[in-house]
T-cell receptor, first 110, second 114 residues
Framework: QKEVEQNSGPLSVPEGAIASLNCTYSDRGSQSFFWYRQYSGKSPELIMFIYSNGDKEDGRFTAQLNKASQYVSLLIRDSQPSDSATYLCAVLRAGTALIFGKGTTLSVSS | EAQVTQNPRYLITVTGKKLTVTCSQNMNHEYMSWYRQDPGLGLRQIYYSMNVEVTDKGDVPEGYKVSRKEKRNFPLILESPSPNQTSLYFC?????????????FGPGTRLTVL
């Protein structure tokens, strides 16, 4: 089983809809979880991190963590065409090594 | 401006010709790391460094070397590049003392080995 798994997509949603991105991880001892956004040809940029079970909201973005199910998700409300990008889930391994999923490509159509 | 810089941004080279990709950060970060990104494989860590003179292998270290002689610089060295090292390379840095620290990424270096 891969350490961090994501559906590659593409996930297509209409403008204004909610986009739901999912991620599962294999190491039950993982403590910190990150969502990065990467536009084509650009470097990843951090959107959110979460380390406690439950929801964490920041503007249009909500990260959800369920450690029992080893599941992390990112919800994007009122999706905009500018949200079209690849979203990378990352899990912090022991120390500071970030393990990335392969990413989910999101396409928001206007 | 706080940033991670990489040079060169684009490089086309030939098999066996040694090359160095430089990485520098101005945020006084202890932790620095190199990743490669390939279609279908995602971001994979090559090497990382927890501080000056402290480096360790990531998941795909074969064919690469690094050094950390100064806190701000973390060059990636390919002693004898091969075509399977054609990839997009990212350097990243962060503070080391917390698990919640954001890793800042450089702009990337697109390497083609012919």
């Amino acid at each position: 089983q891969k350490e961090v798994e994501q559906n590659s997509g593409p996930l297509s949603v209409p403008e204004g809809a909610i986009a739901s991105l999912n991620c599962t991880y294999s190491d039950r001892g993982s403590q910190s979880f990150f969502w990065y956004r990467q536009y084509s040809g650009k470097s990843p940029e951090l959107i959110m991190f979460i380390y406690s079970n439950g929801d964490k909201e920041d503007g249009r973005f909500t990260a959800q963590l369920n450690k029992a199910s080893q599941y992390v998700s990112l919800l994007i409300r009122d999706s905009q065409p500018s949200d079209s990008a690849t979203y990378l889930c990352a899990v912090l391994r022991a120390g500071t090594a970030l393990i990335f999923g392969k990413g989910t490509t999101l396409s928001v159509s206007s | 401006e706080a940033q991670v810089t990489q040079n060169p941004r684009y490089l086309i080279t030939v098999t066996g010709k040694k090359l160095t990709v430089t990485c520098s950060q101005n945020m006084n970060h202890e932790y620095m790391s190199w990743y490669r990104q390939d279609p279908g494989l995602g971001l994979r860590q090559i090497y990382y460094s927890m501080n000056v003179e402290v480096t360790d292998k990531g998941d795909v270290p074969e064919g690469y070397k690094v050094s950390r002689k100064e806190k701000r610089n973390f060059p990636l060295i390919l002693e004898s590049p091969s075509p399977n090292q054609t990839s997009l390379y990212f350097c990243a840095s962060s503070y080391a003392e917390s698990s919640y620290n954001e890793q800042f990424f450089g702009p990337g270096t697109r390497l083609t080995v012919l």
